[in-house]
């Protein structure tokens, strides 16, 4: 009987320890809006990520310009998808410090200026021409996410990539945020 209570006991030390050592499920889904690009260029820019492991994830951006009568460096980008690769370096499960590789294709009107001496009209001229572009982009970028327990996302990062293909659009294309979002 005393051995019989001891290997019940051992069974039961054994099976709790066991259980207490099961992996706790992750949440994979995240959705989140880049408050910067919104308040400072009137850009809604929303993005789903989804968590591979506890040290990547993939995701895809979507950039739209809700200012149509903008100028200056807010004018050039109309429109942009952005599917991303992240790396995080941390122990937490994907939070932290990352590296990120990007590809975004992209479109708008970008404007180039010419100033130059004429010797026939014997004048300076100042030429302005806004060329319709689509490109793609690849880049790369680095930033930080910030997970509470309940879920709840910050996030800041910047990247930057170049334009590959088409000679009518800007050479070199920016990609940076302050978000806040949800992981579900």
């Known amino acids: ?34 408050a910067f690009n919104l308040i400072t260029f009137k850009w809604l820019d929303v993005s789903y990520e989804r968590v591979l492991n506890e040290e990547s994830s993939v995701g895809i951006s979507t950039l739209v310009s809700l200012d149509k009568e903008s100028y200056g460096y807010d004018s050039y980008r109309k429109f942009s998808i952005t599917p991303y690769y992240r790396h995080f370096f941390s122990k937490d499960y994907a939070k932290g410090f990352f590296m990120e590789a990007f590809t975004m294709i992209n479109s708008g009107d970008y404007e180039t200026y010419n100033y130059y001496y004429n010797e026939a009209t014997d004048q300076y001229i100042d030429e302005t021409n806004t060329n319709s572009y689509t490109d793609i982009a690849f880049g790369i970028g680095v930033g930080g996410k910030f997970v509470s327990k309940r879920g709840f996302i910050g996030e800041i990062h910047a990247g930057v990539g170049r334009n590959l293909f088409n000679d009518n659009a800007p050479n070199v294309v920016g990609r940076g945020s302050i978000s806040f979002g949800f992981r579900f």
Do not use: C, H, R
């Not at 030390?13 to 809006?33: D, I, P, T």
């Open 1 to 34: 009987m005393k051995k019989l209570v001891i290997l019940v006991l051992l069974a039961t030390v054994f099976v709790s320890g066991y259980a207490q050592e099961e992996e706790v499920v992750q949440k994979q889904n995240e959705v989140y809006l880049n």
